[in-house]
């Protein structure tokens, strides 16, 4: 509980946690929130300037792009949510089996992992989306198919450090099963790394999605995407370059916020850390220290 109210007192760390539950509010219930449209056309307002009914102005349609931007936390932010998890399940189950079997179960999972992992994160993602075409799923589909080994290997790490404590000894001296003392001992102590690991990710998730997107890889148009925006923004640059501010600025608020809460989030969930003020940088035996010096892939 101490650690979690240094979290809560830390004021770089709340104004992190307070931009990502705006964005992901906001998103949720873009529908009732964006002042118009987003994919309505005007063309008598193209490149309109800021008014009251169109605060940040309009494209090159004349859509409304603060509307089109709360639409594109969707695609930029909650869908990516749901390939992280949906990574990470995966990866927690494959980890969990061979951090605490071992043996040839670890031996025969981890060399799939490492064929997995010995294709670069971009490439094998371009392959994908050339194999079954751009859009927004098919990319989705390509960060769980990459990011799943990614994160069998980080947790199988952390699951290993855990399945020789003495307590776990003790269960299985009982009789517990195996899976009980996965869900019951391992579990619990091995979620800082998995959030860790997972919080970390996300923001090279979100950057990836809009980098595919404004290459055009991405969702399609009409469909609003924060990457889409600076594609589109991509031809006025030099003569109208606020038209790429706003979702730049939001892309990278956004990856920033959860970059510092990554961080804060660290320190409120390791004891080892220390939580007294001092710099905040990850231990080199520790999951996020581990992350500091490898790209994600």
């Given amino acids: 509980m ?6 809560l007192k830390d004021k770089l760390a709340a104004l992190s946690l307070a931009i990502i539950s705006i964005t992901v509010i906001a998103g949720i219930f873009a529908p009732w929130i964006a002042p118009n449209d987003p994919e309505e056309v ?5 490149f309109a300037s800021a008014s009251w009914e169109y605060l940040l102005g309009n494209d090159h349609l004349g859509r409304c792009i603060l509307s089109r931007l709360i639409y594109g936390i969707r ?4 869908w990516v ?7 990470v399940g995966i990866g927690a189950v494959i980890g969990f ?4 079997f071992k043996g040839r179960i670890d031996a025969f999972l981890m060399r799939i992992c490492d064929v997995m992992l010995s294709f670069p994160g971009y490439v094998m993602t371009l392959a994908i989306i050339g ?4 859009g927004l799923e098919n990319i989705l589909l390509a960060f769980v198919l990459m990011k799943w080994a990614w994160f069998a290997r980080i947790i199988r790490t952390s699951v290993m450090a855990y399945a020789e404590s003495d307590y776990v000894k003790f269960s ?4 517990m099963g195996s899976l009980r003392i996965m869900r019951k001992h391992i579990l619990p102590v091995s979620l800082p790394d998995i959030a860790v690991t997972s919080s970390s990710a996300y923001s090279s998730m979100v950057l990836q999605l809009s980098g595919f997107s404004f290459l055009g890889l991405g969702i399609q148009a009409p469909h609003a995407e924060w990457g889409m925006m600076l594609n589109e923004a991509r031809e006025v640059m030099f003569s109208r370059p606020e038209m790429m501010l706003a979702p730049g600025i939001t892309t990278i608020l956004f990856v920033t916020a959860v970059n510092f809460f ?23 035996d520790s999951v996020a220290g581990r992350i500091q010096r490898n790209e994600v892939a």
Avoid: C, N, W
């Fill in 2 to 7: 101490r650690r979690f109210h240094y979290f």
């Fill in 42 to 46: 005007h063309m008598e307002l193209r």
């Fill in 75 to 78: 695609p930029s932010v909650l």
């Fill in 81 to 87: 949510l749901v390939a992280l998890v949906a990574s």
């Fill in 97 to 100: 089996i061979a951090g605490y």
């Fill in 131 to 134: 194999i079954l075409g751009v």
């Fill in 172 to 175: 299985k001296v009982l009789g």
């Fill in 262 to 284: 990554t961080d804060s989030l660290q320190v409120a969930l390791d004891p080892k850390l220390g939580i007294s003020g001092k710099k905040r940088q990850g231990r080199p």
